[in-house]
């Protein structure tokens, strides 16, 4: 224990800590009420500090201890100024924090009753879906306590946290700025085209006039732009805190930081997936009771999804440019501090003498975890909406008396969901004694046995709601159809994460020979990572193959039939099989936002100078999130395959619809078609080249900047000086708003500009469909280059990250070896591949698709 005059000493100060000879542990004091107190590291607070006490450019104090002189340690400022001016918390959330609790209580209690009333005034199955959402509501309610109720570490490890969360608060805050004020302006445009455009006989017949039209697709975008946002904040929002109580736990035990992880991304999950179902389901229910929907003189029920197209444009829209602000941002701060840290300068991953450290850390949480959770929203909107459209169109086709099952089918799915991956979350536990560091067990093990509970109860699940939702006396056996339809999805959705963990874990041969190629040096390195993410693009194609042609032959084979006598239930048994692979979203989602906290918690640990002992167990969580994260991008990609599929089927049907002609196949062999189907693959390959160009760019001003620093203040590699961690993360945020905008246009416009332009040139040569067509060929082209693409972007990008983890335990000369440099030169190279322009893809098609939808009049 401390001497005397060091006793004196601390009654100066409010913390001081000291090297204990005999435990190697850090021993503090601490002046409060009751005086000073002193703790042991291993008794009361554990932790441990290597021998020379350094964290965030402090000496160490070693000379003031024994002289007793702290004067230079007391009220030591804070080391990370506050990023933002002003708080960075939606205005809505603001709001609701200052209101009275009983008059919150009271608003959410008539709030909550007029859904349920409009709820039970449509169908009770939209009742059973609004009560499964709020009950999953109030589940990760329970989660986050849960979360929050966990240390977050010495006062270091808060500091840290304090100062990512400001700069993922306020760029969140600014990117979303410029998003809402692109969406508006895109809302007026929408509401233009909509006055202007013609309607189809439904709508006429159900007098469904061009204002009310108009009025209820912009409605349906903002709310779906509204929804996104607040999924990515709801992702951004608990990784932000989860990330240093992870840190914390993962000197006490690696079980238990294990858990908080992922028990911090079922939160985000279980919200963002029941946001996406409890929308729709409230969009619907409320078209339907304000339309009067099936009364005499008024819409039919099988019309009304299409009423919700504009939910998902919306939804796709946000998704797209928050993907690549926030990919843009995440990679090009990664990539800048590990070109001049680790390999320049030599020194470790997330060490504190970075300048853009702290621009990585919050990248992390603004690209994986905000842009993540919108993108999967999007998913399940759009996949639920296409569904109803389908399911609608073939009720009808088929007479079906009560279509309302065939239609409500999606949201029930998603509802069961909800409840399969809660248990899945639940089934990870932490150790019976977190006071005990214990040997860290594979994280992908135990996170694939609540991924396998997840899928058995999501195969029986789903086996009672086929029965219950799809049975039909016109084909009794149907539902049986449709139930192995839905297996197919959910084997689809488990070989994907086979695959592509195959691909991009380092346990696995392909990875293993990935980071041996580094030995050989750094261009090796590239030809292997390249070659390995062309060759990972087969095994998914040929599963996609299988499960499309195999679900459609099961639907097309299940007895439904339309007034002809011709089978028609091919197209929704494909969309059976999405909704199957999607029917596990909520935890692959958890899985997903597991990967970012593991990540972000190593980097405190780091910075904090933690033993290796803890940076050893934060380093296994983090090898494990980026295969989770390449994981669920792979079940993006492939969710968004299906998707497109079913989505360029409604499309098809909506231009048969308003041209009042069969529209059933696009000829290729017209050249205006072809070359339309060339420039939707040449969309996909300039929008990738924009999306790394601009990685590439604001790495350069990184690059420059972190150089600058080390060059005019030499002594932060002594720990004399303190780097302007402010500046690097100045930098990304302006840099990553700017470069977002032309890929994102690009993507946006040049569905609407094509189809205009081939629709004018059609009308001066006598083809009135050749608009429609030559749009129906580049979304297809699109939709097949772009998963492609995608799927070698992300496997590649995930390899070359794990090639360098593995090298980092040890192998093949371990850190600061010339294979570990190759294997970063890799790794940056697959930065922007893997988080930037591959995860924008799936959005890009996805968003296709949409825009096609909610524009299809306006090329005819």
Same mark, same amino acid.
């Given at each position: 224990?401390?001497?005397?005059?060091?006793?004196?000493?601390?009654?100066?100060?409010?913390?001081?800590?000291?090297?204990?000879?005999?435990?190697?542990?850090?021993?503090?004091?601490?002046?409060?009420?009751?005086?000073?107190?002193?703790?042991?590291?291993?008794?009361?607070?554990?932790?441990?500090?290597?021998?020379?006490?350094?964290?965030?450019?402090?000496?160490?104090?070693?000379?003031?201890?024994?002289?007793?002189?702290?004067?230079?340690?007391?009220?030591?400022?804070?080391?990370?100024?506050?990023?933002?001016?002003?708080?960075?918390?939606?205005?809505?959330?603001?709001?609701?924090?200052?209101?009275?609790?009983?008059?919150?209580?009271?608003?959410?209690?008539?709030?909550?009753?007029?859904?349920?009333?409009?709820?039970?005034?449509?169908?009770?199955?939209?009742?059973?879906?609004?009560?499964?959402?709020?009950?999953?509501?109030?589940?990760?309610?329970?989660?986050?306590?849960?979360?929050?109720?966990?240390?977050?570490?010495?006062?270091?490890?808060?500091?840290?946290?304090?100062?990512?969360?400001?700069?993922?608060?306020?760029?969140?805050?600014?990117?979303?700025?410029?998003?809402?004020?692109?969406?508006?302006?895109?809302?007026?445009?929408?509401?233009?085209?909509?006055?202007?455009?013609?309607?189809?006989?439904?709508?006429?017949?159900?007098?469904?006039?061009?204002?009310?039209?108009?009025?209820?697709?912009?409605?349906?975008?903002?709310?779906?732009?509204?929804?996104?946002?607040?999924?990515?904040?709801?992702?951004?929002?608990?990784?932000?805190?989860?990330?240093?109580?992870?840190?914390?736990?993962?000197?006490?035990?690696?079980?238990?930081?294990?858990?908080?992880?992922?028990?911090?991304?079922?939160?985000?999950?279980?919200?963002?997936?029941?946001?996406?179902?409890?929308?729709?389901?409230?969009?619907?229910?409320?078209?339907?009771?304000?339309?009067?929907?099936?009364?005499?003189?008024?819409?039919?029920?099988?019309?009304?999804?299409?009423?919700?197209?504009?939910?998902?444009?919306?939804?796709?829209?946000?998704?797209?440019?928050?993907?690549?602000?926030?990919?843009?941002?995440?990679? @090009?701060?990664? *990539?800048?501090?590990?070109?001049?840290?680790?390999?320049?300068?030599?020194?470790?991953?997330?060490?504190?003498?970075?300048?853009?450290?702290?621009?990585?850390?919050?990248?992390?949480?603004?690209?994986?975890?905000?842009?993540?959770?919108?993108?999967?929203?999007?998913?399940?909107?759009?996949?639920?909406?296409?569904?109803?459209?389908?399911?609608?169109?073939?009720?009808?086709?088929?007479?079906?008396?009560?279509?309302?099952?065939?239609?409500?089918?999606?949201?029930?799915?998603?509802?069961?969901?909800?409840?399969?991956?809660?248990?899945?979350?639940?089934?990870?536990?932490?150790?019976?004694?977190?006071?005990?560091?214990?040997?860290?067990?594979?994280?992908?093990?135990?996170?694939?046995?609540?991924?396998?509970?997840?899928?058995?109860?999501?195969?029986?699940?789903?086996?009672?709601?086929?029965?219950?939702?799809?049975?039909?006396?016109?084909?009794?056996?149907?539902?049986?159809?449709?139930?192995?339809?839905?297996?197919?999805?959910?084997?689809?959705?488990?070989?994907?994460?086979?695959?592509?963990?195959?691909?991009?874990?380092?346990?696995?041969?392909?990875?293993?020979?990935?980071?041996?190629?580094?030995? &050989?040096?750094?261009?090796?390195?590239?030809?292997?990572?390249?070659?390995?993410?062309?060759?990972?693009?087969?095994?998914?194609?040929?599963?996609?193959?299988?499960?499309?042609?195999?679900?459609?032959?099961?639907?097309?084979?299940?007895?439904?039939?339309?007034?002809?006598?011709?089978?028609?239930?091919?197209?929704?048994?494909?969309?059976?099989?999405?909704?199957?692979?999607?029917?596990?979203?909520?935890?692959?989602?958890?899985?997903?936002?597991?990967?970012?906290?593991?990540?972000?918690?190593?980097?405190?640990?780091?910075?904090?100078?933690?033993?290796?002992?803890?940076?050893?167990?934060?380093?296994?969580?983090?090898?494990?999130?980026?295969?989770?994260?390449?994981? &669920?991008?792979?079940?993006?990609?492939?969710?968004?395959?299906?998707?497109?599929?079913?989505?360029?089927?409604?499309?098809?049907?909506?231009?048969?619809?308003?041209?009042?002609?069969?529209?059933?196949?696009?000829?290729?062999?017209?050249?205006?078609?072809?070359?339309?189907?060339?420039?939707?693959?040449?969309?996909?390959?300039?929008?990738?080249?924009?999306?790394?160009?601009?990685?590439?760019?604001?790495?350069?001003?990184?690059?420059?900047?972190?150089?600058?620093?080390?060059?005019?203040?030499?002594?932060?590699?002594?720990?004399?000086?303190?780097?302007?961690?402010?500046?690097? *993360?100045?930098?990304?945020?302006?840099?990553?708003?700017?470069?977002?905008?032309?890929?994102?246009?690009?993507?946006?416009?040049?569905?609407?500009?094509?189809?205009?332009?081939?629709?004018?040139?059609?009308?001066?040569?006598?083809?009135?469909?050749?608009?429609?067509?030559?749009?129906?060929?580049?979304?297809?082209?699109?939709?097949?280059?772009?998963?492609?693409?995608?799927?070698?972007?992300?496997?590649?990008?995930?390899?070359?990250?794990?090639?360098?983890?593995?090298?980092?335990?040890? @192998?093949?000369?371990?850190?600061?070896?010339?294979?570990?440099?190759?294997?970063?030169?890799?790794?940056? *190279?697959?930065?922007?591949?893997?988080?930037?322009?591959?995860?924008?893809?799936?959005?890009?098609?996805?968003?296709?698709?949409?825009?096609?939808?909610?524009?299809?009049?306006?090329?005819?």
């Amino acid at each position: 224990m401390p001497k005397p005059k060091q006793k004196k000493a601390l009654n100066q100060c409010m913390i001081y800590f000291s090297l204990c000879e005999d435990k190697g542990f850090c021993a503090a004091g601490l002046k409060g009420k009751k005086g000073v107190q002193f703790y042991q590291g291993s008794k009361v607070n554990p932790f441990p500090v290597p021998q020379t006490l350094i964290f965030f450019g402090a000496v160490a104090m070693d000379d003031a201890m024994e002289t007793g002189n702290l004067a230079p340690y007391q009220e030591r400022p804070r080391t990370f100024p506050n990023m933002r001016s002003k708080p960075s918390t939606p205005l809505i959330f603001r709001i609701l924090m200052r209101m009275n609790v009983r008059l919150l209580f009271v608003l959410l209690f008539l709030g909550f009753g007029a859904i349920f009333y409009i709820g039970a005034s449509t169908s009770p199955i939209i009742v059973f879906v609004f009560s499964v959402c709020i009950i999953s509501f109030l589940l990760s309610i329970y989660l986050t306590k849960w979360v929050l109720a966990k240390d977050e570490g010495p006062p270091e490890m808060g500091q840290i946290s304090d100062a990512i969360r400001d700069g993922a608060e306020g760029f969140f805050k600014t990117q979303y700025g410029t998003i809402s004020k692109m969406a508006l302006l895109l809302a007026f445009v929408i509401f233009g085209i909509y006055m202007f455009r013609s309607t189809t006989p439904q709508q006429e017949s159900s007098g469904l006039g061009r204002l009310t039209s108009a009025s209820i697709t912009v409605f349906s975008f903002l709310l779906g732009a509204v929804c996104s946002g607040m999924a990515g904040y709801v992702g951004m929002w608990v990784s932000v805190r989860a990330n240093v109580r992870v840190s914390s736990a993962a000197r006490r035990s690696a079980r238990e930081a294990l858990q908080i992880a992922v028990r911090a991304g079922g939160f985000s999950a279980l919200v963002v997936v029941g946001m996406a179902v409890i929308g729709v389901a409230i969009l619907y229910a409320t078209f339907y009771v304000w339309l009067g929907v099936d009364s005499p003189g008024s819409m039919k029920v099988t019309d009304l999804p299409l009423l919700l197209v504009g939910y998902g444009f919306g939804a796709s829209f946000v998704a797209l440019f928050a993907q690549l602000g926030g990919g843009i941002y995440t990679k @090009a701060a990664d *990539v800048g501090a590990d070109l001049v840290g680790k390999v320049e300068q030599g020194i470790p991953e997330d060490d504190p003498r970075n300048p853009a450290v702290i621009a990585d850390l919050v990248g992390d949480n603004v690209g994986d975890c905000a842009a993540r959770g919108a993108d999967l929203f999007e998913s399940i909107a759009a996949e639920i909406i296409s569904a109803m459209i389908l399911g609608g169109s073939m009720a009808q086709r088929c007479k079906i008396e009560d279509p309302s099952g065939f239609i409500l089918f999606p949201l029930v799915i998603h509802s069961f969901d909800l409840i399969v991956s809660s248990v899945g979350i639940f089934s990870i536990r932490g150790t019976r004694d977190p006071g005990v560091i214990s040997v860290m067990e594979d994280p992908m093990t135990i996170l694939q046995k609540g991924y396998s509970i997840t899928i058995i109860l999501a195969v029986v699940t789903f086996g009672l709601s086929t029965r219950w939702m799809l049975y039909t006396e016109q084909a009794p056996s149907a539902w049986l159809n449709f139930a192995l339809c839905g297996l197919v999805g959910i084997m689809t959705a488990y070989s994907f994460v086979w695959i592509t963990q195959y691909y991009t874990d380092y346990k696995h041969e392909p990875v293993r020979k990935l980071a041996l190629s580094s030995s &050989t040096g750094h261009g090796t390195n590239i030809i292997a990572g390249i070659s390995l993410g062309l060759e990972s693009t087969a095994l998914p194609v040929l599963v996609i193959s299988v499960s499309i042609i195999s679900a459609f032959w099961l639907g097309q084979t299940s007895g439904l039939v339309d007034g002809d006598g011709n089978p028609t239930g091919g197209l929704f048994g494909t969309a059976v099989a999405t909704m199957g692979m999607l029917s596990t979203a909520a935890y692959v989602l958890t899985m997903d936002m597991f990967g970012p906290i593991a990540d972000n918690a190593g980097g405190i640990v780091e910075m904090s100078r933690q033993p290796e002992s803890v940076r050893e167990i934060t380093d296994v969580l983090d090898a494990a999130g980026n295969t989770t994260k390449a994981t &669920t991008k792979g079940f993006a990609i492939g969710s968004a395959a299906l998707a497109s599929f079913l989505l360029f089927s409604a499309y098809m049907d909506e231009v048969a619809a308003f041209a009042h002609s069969p529209f059933t196949q696009v000829d290729i062999a017209i050249p205006e078609v072809f070359v339309g189907g060339l420039l939707g693959s040449m969309l996909i390959f300039l929008f990738s080249a924009w999306a790394c160009a601009a990685v590439g760019r604001t790495a350069q001003e990184v690059v420059n900047e972190v150089r600058r620093q080390f060059i005019e203040r030499p002594g932060i590699m002594d720990y004399k000086d303190k780097p302007d961690y402010g500046r690097c *993360v100045a930098i990304v945020a302006s840099a990553s708003l700017k470069e977002m905008i032309k890929p994102g246009a690009l993507a946006v416009i040049s569905p609407i500009f094509i189809g205009i332009l081939f629709r004018i040139l059609g009308y001066y040569t006598g083809h009135p469909l050749l608009g429609a067509k030559v749009v129906a060929a580049m979304l297809m082209f699109a939709t097949v280059s772009g998963i492609l693409m995608a799927l070698f972007l992300n496997t590649a990008g995930g390899a070359w990250d794990n090639a360098k983890k593995y090298i980092e335990t040890g @192998a093949l000369g371990g850190k600061g070896s010339d294979s570990h440099k190759a294997a970063i030169t890799g790794d940056t *190279v697959g930065d922007p591949f893997k988080d930037t322009a591959g995860p924008s893809l799936h959005v890009l098609i996805k968003m296709l698709a949409t825009i096609t939808l909610v524009m299809a009049p306006v090329f005819l």
